[in-house]
Every structure is written in structure tokens, then in C-alpha cells.
């Protein structure tokens, strides 16, 4: 069974910093990508990509975080974290861990459900000003 489970602090005033952690399990993909997704908690909002990491080490992250957030892998493969650094209330969300065989989608309709092989079932992590 294909597990990723997503873990770390979730909240912190404007200007912090928070890790998030992806463990996963249960899968064997030559290449693949594991990304970070987040989804406003207002209605309408879309699932965005946050960024990615390929498992040759090559990163992707969206305008919006360039800068101030870092994606990694742990010694284990299937781990990825997310080091997000001046967190701003716009950063808040639900923060969802995928992996894929192919390339992240950069914009979904909802986290979770498609455009990644698999998902974790994703954190809140709140920023408050």
C-alpha cells in the first residue's frame, strides 16, 4: 500500500519559519517527482504547486515562494521536506505532499484526487499576521 504522510509544526505569525515532512512508502518509480501542493481554504481556490523535486535532485518552485521556500529530499528517497522561510497570511493552507511519474501539473481544481499518482491527505498549516 502507497502511504505519504505529511507532518510538522503548522502555525506561526507572519515573518516565521515552519518545516514540513513527506514520508513515503509503498512505492518504486525509476523517476518520478515529489511536489508540495496548497489549497486556500476559501472557496473557489485552486490546488497550485508549490514546488517539486525530481529524483535527480532538480527542483521547480513556484514565483510565488521562490526565495523563500526550499525543497529536499531526506537519505531516504521517498522523503521530501519543505523548508518555507517569511511565511506570509497568504501563505496558508492546506499543504498536500504527491508523487508522479510525470511532470507536476502546475494548477489543479482540487488537491488530491488527480493529477498525481499518489497523494497524501495534506496539513493545514495557518500564518497568521
Known amino acids: 500500500e502507497v502511504q505519504l504522510v505529511e507532518s510538522g509544526e503548522t502555525s506561526v505569525q507572519a515573518g516565521g519559519s515552519l518545516k514540513l515532512s513527506c514520508a513515503g512508502s509503498g512505492f518504486a518509480f525509476d523517476n518520478y517527482y515529489m511536489a508540495w501542493y496548497r489549497q486556500a481554504p476559501a472557496p473557489g481556490t485552486n490546488c497550485d504547486l508549490v514546488?517539486?523535486?525530481?529524483?535527480?535532485?532538480?527542483?521547480y518552485y513556484s514565483d510565488l515562494v521562490k526565495g523563500r521556500f526550499t525543497i529536499s529530499r531526506g537519505d531516504a528517497k521517498n522523503t521530501v521536506y519543505l523548508q518555507m522561510n517569511n511565511l506570509k497570511p497568504d501563505d496558508t493552507g492546506v499543504y498536500y505532499c504527491?508523487?508522479?511519474?510525470?511532470?507536476?501539473?502546475?494548477?489543479?481544481?482540487?488537491?488530491?484526487?488527480?493529477?498525481?499518482?499518489?497523494w497524501g491527505k495534506g496539513t493545514l498549516v495557518t500564518i497568521s499576521s
Open positions: 504527491g508523487v508522479t511519474r510525470l511532470s507536476a501539473i502546475l494548477s489543479l481544481g482540487v488537491c488530491g484526487s488527480y493529477g498525481m499518482d499518489y
Open positions: 514546488s517539486t523535486i525530481k529524483s535527480d535532485g532538480t527542483t
